[in-house]
């Protein structure tokens, strides 16, 4: 504790000093007001940790940033001060390092601002903008000795070293407009992706994706592994079945209707994988009739024997879409007898995101069934659900988010509400 408290008045040091010697503004400060609400119900959560809110107040003066906010019970503050030589923060919501979820505080999530609620923390770098290396104390993370850091320009990737914990980050924030291969000029190809954690306990997701100047012809990427929740923003995983696997997703697209796709997830003592290929009947011009063919595999390794399933099955579905909006409608039905509805909306327009997704799945089901959810980096990633019912809703623009998602488990055995609203204002 003694040393924890040395380096973060170490920061404090230089966070006061920095402020002293910073110059008298000319204009006046940017302020910024925000908060969320939260609500989670499940039968097995305390009435206590169902309910979550906070509210904060943010002030920006030339190269100075900072924060009083509500948190719950808890009343806390922030600041960071930049500029061409130095960055610093100390306290609760800024990082000189860029990253989603280093030092995030698991019960709350922002989506619409850069800033996450993060623990107590201490940060410093030097030469931002270009490669900056630095050093840092963070809550929970650290321990008694500070962590090293190194950020590269543009923030287009940083990594993090605690040598007290072995805790490690890796952050990538890669994009081109315009990538010149054989028979593909001007592609456009993004990296990004975050993981922490150490070798034996960690989590995270990249994202990749390549796509034609058009955008027609793309190839997209996706690897995750969750810890206990760190990951998405609902607190429902969907799943009862769920030990933290490694999944990857990948798929191949021509327009928004032709997809071939593959699904592979692996933890211990189980695989559970599928692949598809989807295929428009007909283009209408602002819809089509498809159908998809599926595979899917299980294995389950057993203390004496290795046990392999395979299930096919069969979907017809019906494709809308649009550059502003597109939607679907479909039911699968497997070899097994077992069946689902499937449905989905997303419309983008004025700065509005709209958008929401159903699954009703059959009575007993046994197979899992895939589903989109949203993780805590705002990108939609493939998962297995075994729920009968689950409802997910979303409506985000500069001002709000407001998501919601509902799930009712096979046999009424009881269901899970998440809903979470958030707000921001520039004044």
Same mark, same amino acid.
């Not at 130095?86 to 619409?112: C, N, Q, W």
């Not at 996706?222 to 609902?234: A, Q, T």
């Not at 799945?361 to 998962?383: A, C, H, W, Y």
């Given at each position: ?47 206590? =940790?169902?309910?979550?809110? /906070? %509210?904060? +107040?943010?002030? *920006?003066?030339?190269? #100075? !940033?900072?924060?009083? $906010? ?73 321990? =008694?000795?500070?962590?090293? /850091? %190194?950020? +590269?320009?543009? *923030?287009?990737?940083? #990594? !993090?070293?605690?040598? $007290? ?263």
């Amino acid at each position: 504790m003694r040393g924890q408290k040395h380096i973060l008045n170490f920061f404090t040091f230089f966070f006061i000093l920095s402020i002293f010697f910073s110059i008298f503004p000319e204009n006046s400060p940017k302020w910024e007001l925000g908060g969320s609400s939260q609500t989670f119900q499940s039968r097995f959560v305390d009435r206590k =940790d169902s309910q979550l809110s /906070s %509210i904060w +107040l943010e002030s *920006e003066w030339q190269n #100075f !940033t900072g924060i009083v $906010e509500s948190r719950g019970e808890r009343s806390l503050a922030g600041g960071k001060f930049q500029n061409d030589y130095v960055a610093i923060s100390a306290g609760h919501r800024y990082k000189t390092v860029p990253g989603f979820f280093l030092g995030r505080d698991e019960r709350y999530y922002s989506t619409l601002t850069k800033h996450q609620p993060i623990k107590n923390s201490g940060f410093m770098n030097f030469l931002p903008g270009y490669f900056s290396p630095g050093i840092f104390w963070l809550e929970d993370h650290t321990g =008694d000795k500070a962590g090293f /850091s %190194i950020v +590269l320009p543009e *923030e287009k990737g940083a #990594f !993090t070293y605690s040598p $007290e914990t072995e805790i490690r980050s890796l952050y990538l924030n890669l994009f081109r407009e315009r990538v010149d291969l054989p028979f593909f000029r001007k592609s456009k190809v993004t990296l990004q992706g975050e993981s922490i954690g150490s070798r034996e306990d960690y989590f995270g997701r990249y994202f990749f994706k390549w796509s034609d100047h058009s955008g027609f012809f793309h190839i997209e990427g996706r690897i995750y592994k969750d810890d206990d929740g760190k990951l998405f923003e609902s607190r429902d995983d969907f799943q009862e079945f769920n030990k933290n696997p490694i999944v990857a997703w990948g798929a191949m697209g021509l327009g928004p209707v032709h997809r071939v796709e593959a699904f592979d997830s692996v933890e211990e003592g189980l695989r559970r994988s599928f692949h598809s290929a989807r295929l428009g009947l007909w283009d209408l011009g602002f819809a089509s009739p498809a159908i998809r063919y599926r595979e899917y595999r299980e294995i389950f390794d057993m203390e004496d024997e290795r046990i392999f399933q395979l299930t096919r099955s069969h979907a017809l579905l019906w494709m809308g879409y649009s550059k502003k909006w597109n939607y679907f409608l479909g039911r699968e039905f497997r070899e097994t007898g077992e069946y689902f509805t499937e449905a989905g909306l997303e419309w983008n327009e004025f700065g509005w995101r709209v958008g929401g997704s159903v699954l009703f799945q059959r009575e007993g089901n046994i197979l899992p069934t895939p589903i989109e959810r949203f993780t805590g980096m705002d990108r939609l990633d493939v998962s297995l659900t075994d729920r009968k019912t689950v409802i997910r809703l979303r409506l985000k623009t500069k001002f709000m988010d407001w998501n919601v998602t509902a799930s009712d488990r096979m046999g009424r055995r009881g269901a899970i509400f998440f809903m979470n609203l958030q707000f921001h204002y520039d004044f």
